[in-house]
């Protein structure tokens, strides 16, 4: 198979089907041999960890699926760490879709004259460059637009798909006692549409219960229960 | 008379009609006592540089009264380094909207990946807050009306006046043979309309003659020639 993409926690083969399989790694962003999703090195390795968020991400795209949501979500083999899905391409070199429910992280380094650490947000949605050596830039529509990253109504469909997605996810953690905080989404263009793609695993979300964060790998087994 | 302001380069006092008065500093931005407009911290002073910026915003205030725009604009004692203008509220704690005609600065230090320095941008808007700790943050439309900072509505107006504004600035330098990539404005709102605050000074814009970037000294001087 040919490799199209090596991500740091996820390659990307192509099928002679013409759909993608992607594998999950056991390579966790973090630095210093500490497990930290908002890093942007690979800092450690934790066995099993890749099909553990193969197993979330198979979780939730079922439920979306059953809302009646497109993804790239094709099946997964789990046993083989692998997914396959619609060969989606992505935006520009690569964009992160962030769905806010409560003000934390870069949020309040950037706007902490505005808002109190916590505060909510109302599923407030911003986009930036995936891009580890400028810092992952926050982009505008309408500088998505101006470097042809995006048009005004991918950035529209974007978002709405992103609120609503958001949303099932948000509920289906609290059905689980659990408080989402914000989360970070990939969309892809595939066939005129703009689908989600990537994964939905716990290192792309933060989660609180009762007012303390939930790590990763805990938040992977309560999701998981 | 009240003072109701003291920023870096200027101080705001309250007059007993109700207007402002603005006085223009000598002091300038700068590091390691070099001027550099884009810099947060006062670096310097330069004796009589307050009243050419000074001078130089009258300049581009009548020129855009003679075009029908509304400034904060009423008049100006020059001897005294002093402006009277509109009692505006800025936006906030105080926005920097920036109007880029060629790619360059932090325009560059974000989005280097998908655009080289130089290339030309239409007029591209795009907003931050004035927060020096945290490196005036750039926010976007969204942002702006989940913080409450400023309506969707005052947000289009803010950017179709920052447009007219610009192009009549660009047009303006360009009879002298110079050519504008960006320029900072800021808006206030007075009245229940949304207006042209602050300076119009060289200090504000970063403008190119041959290829060349022009010194604000130096800019200053071919402008008011």
Redesign the interface.
Known sequence: MEKVYQGKTKDVYKLDNGNFRLLFKDDVTGENGVFDPGANTVGLSIEGIGRENLKTSVYFFEILKKAGIKTHYVSADVEASAMEALPAKVF??GLEIICRFKATGSFI???????DEGAP??A???VT?K?D??GD???????LE????MTGEQFNSVVAETKEICAIIKDTLAEKGLDLYDIKLEFGYYNGEVILIDEIASGNMRVYKDGVIVDPIDLTKMILA
Chains 1, 2 share one sequence.
């Open positions: 520009g070199k380094r950037r706007y902490g004259n505005y808002i947000l109302n407030y949605v911003e460059c891009d050596g400028r830039p926050l982009i505008t529509k309408e500088g101006a470097l042809g990253i």
